[in-house]
């Protein structure tokens, strides 16, 4: 290990610098270290210890056995684009950022994969291949900063991801250093259906507690033949809703299905892509549909006739792709345009049945009236991935634990008609007590008993994905006690 020069006498921090190479690879004074305090979830705010900037596979995992090895907090970090404090670093963890990490490292189009690190920006793949008419599909609305090892760690989704799948269903291979240092490879070449217990399905959303990515396969596609964009007005939020569940009932299965309603059209309109949505509409489809260019048309006619039948007032076709660019935009930047309404907010991420989204809609709204918070809704329609937004104004006293009262209200109401927590943006520490609106506590300790066997020492992102310890422990008890006797 080399001779490190710091301005420092913590040994740990001059051991790290010399694994990645010396003072440029490292940070460590408070004034540095302000910057990682949180990721996208910006409520709760901890110092890490130290940022080590490794550059390839073996230095993660020398980076990691000297943490396991001294009993020293660690987790991995991205682009910092998460939404639920997955990188928060809680207990005062090494940052391990992988954004050094950033190379396309092959592209194969015969099979249809390509090989990247966990640093490479989500939409720089698609970037890459276009010109060769390839593609990849999951596409976060942070698309262009997140990381794809960010979007394996959260399995990410995306507006296209109704027609495509979210993140797992589009990763062929794994490689994972352990929370010991241990390195291993996960799916062979991209066969699929290895053999043995799923663990790229495993380890893909388990939010950076299992172990740490540092080379990804992943699928890539082939451009769709044709594309048609549209934007459908209603005058009605509920009217929106119930063409949302026909047009899936009617068997088309859009490429996007996205939701915005009043509140979240005054922001997207405020901000950086305005497209002049009407300022008195409550809510708007914008839906996409691709594949052979001959059927494309007949989808369009019978997503309109399901439109005219729940009180449309107007529908757009895009007229070319500078337009289409342009309303994928304003979709886009959606969550970022609340800043152009409300000082602050939290983004929730429920999931529920497509049938359920008036009632649910209704319930959120009376939820923003009992609690005097605006709540804007922009979301994955197609597939019942809901986006409350709770406005607030952290700089008045209790709004910003008003805020999360609310934001849990409407997971709750997500829950209770046969949804779940969040869809894509993980539960890290922003859901943790959540977890059990949807699973009993014998449920969560057969969870933290996988872990366990990955992160014996919970060294690894500790305190994310899993709600403070309570039954849990009392059950371990007893089955430790029953199993002795």
């Known amino acids: 290990m080399a001779v ?72 991995a970090r991205g682009a ?38 966990p640093g490479f920006v989500n939409l720089k793949l698609t970037n890459s291949i276009s010109d060769r008419g390839y593609y990849y599909a999951p596409d976060p609305s942070s698309q262009y900063c997140c990381t794809i090892g960010g979007n394996v760690a959260e399995n990410a989704g995306g507006a296209h991801c109704l027609k495509y799948g979210v993140t797992t269903n589009h990763i062929l291979g794994l490689e994972v250093v352990l929370p010991n240092g241990e390195i291993i490879e996960i799916g062979r070449n991209g066969v699929l ?9 495993l380890l893909t959303g388990s939010e950076g507690t299992l172990g740490i990515v540092t ?43 996205e939701m915005m309603d009043k509140t979240a059209i005054e922001a997207v309109e405020a901000a950086a892509f305005p497209v002049g949505h009407p300022k008195d509409i409550e809510a708007v ?25 729940n009180n449309v007032r107007e529908v757009r076709a895009a007229k070319d792709e500078e337009e289409r660019g ?18 602050d907010y939290l983004v929730q991420d429920g999931v529920i049945p497509r049938s359920k989204l008036p009632v649910v809609l209704e319930k959120i709204a009376q939820i923003s009236k009992d609690s005097g918070l605006r709540i804007a809704n922009i979301f994955h329609a197609g597939d019942g991935n809901l ?17 999360l009262e609310a934001g849990s209200q409407c997971l709750k109401a997500c829950a209770d008609v046969g949804g779940t927590i969040t869809g894509e943006h993980g539960v890290g520490i922003e859901k943790r007590e959540e977890m059990r609106f949807v699973f009993k506590e014998e449920e969560i300790l057969a969870q933290t008993n996988i872990r366990e066997v990955f992160n014996p020492d919970n060294l690894l992102n500790a305190g994310k ?13 007893e089955m430790k006690t029953s199993s002795s006797s």
């Open 387 to 403: 986006h409350p937004l709770v406005l607030f104004d952290a700089r008045k006293p209790g709004e910003t634990k008003k805020a």
């Open 326 to 343: 342009r309303w994928w935009a304003n979709r886009k930047t959606g969550f970022g345009a609340m800043g152009a309404i409300s000082p």
């Open 4 to 75: 490190i020069k710091l301005n420092t006498n913590d040994k740990h921090i001059m051991n790290l610098a010399a694994i990645v190479g010396g003072t440029r690879s490292i940070l460590y004074k408070k004034v540095d270290l302000l910057a990682y305090d949180c990721d996208g979830f910006t409520i709760h705010k901890h110092l890490p210890k130290a940022v080590v900037f490794p550059k390839n596979t073996a230095e993660v995992s020398q980076l990691v056995k000297y943490c396991s090895l001294h009993k020293l907090p660690f987790l």
């Open 80 to 117: 910092g684009t998460g939404l639920s404090g997955g990188a928060v670093p809680l207990n005062g963890e090494v940052i391990i950022s992988l954004v050094r990490m950033k190379k396309l490292i092959s592209v194969d189009l015969e099979n249809r994969r390509a090989v990247v690190e």
């Open 215 to 257: 080379k990804i396969t992943v699928r890539i596609l082939k451009n769709p033949e044709g594309k048609q964009t549209v934007l459908a007005y209603f005058d009605k939020v509920e009217d929106g809703s119930h063409a949302v569940s026909d047009i899936i009932s009617a068997g088309i299965v859009p490429a996007a299905l």
């Open 193 to 201: 259906d290895e053999p043995g217990y799923d663990l790229l399905g």
């Open 285 to 309: 489809l914008l839906i996409e549909v691709d594949g052979i260019a001959a059927g494309i048309e007949e989808q369009i006619n019978q997503i309109l006739a399901v439109c005219k039948k």
């Open 465 to 477: 994905l899993f709600p403070t310890p309570g039954r849990c422990v009392e059950i371990k008890k």
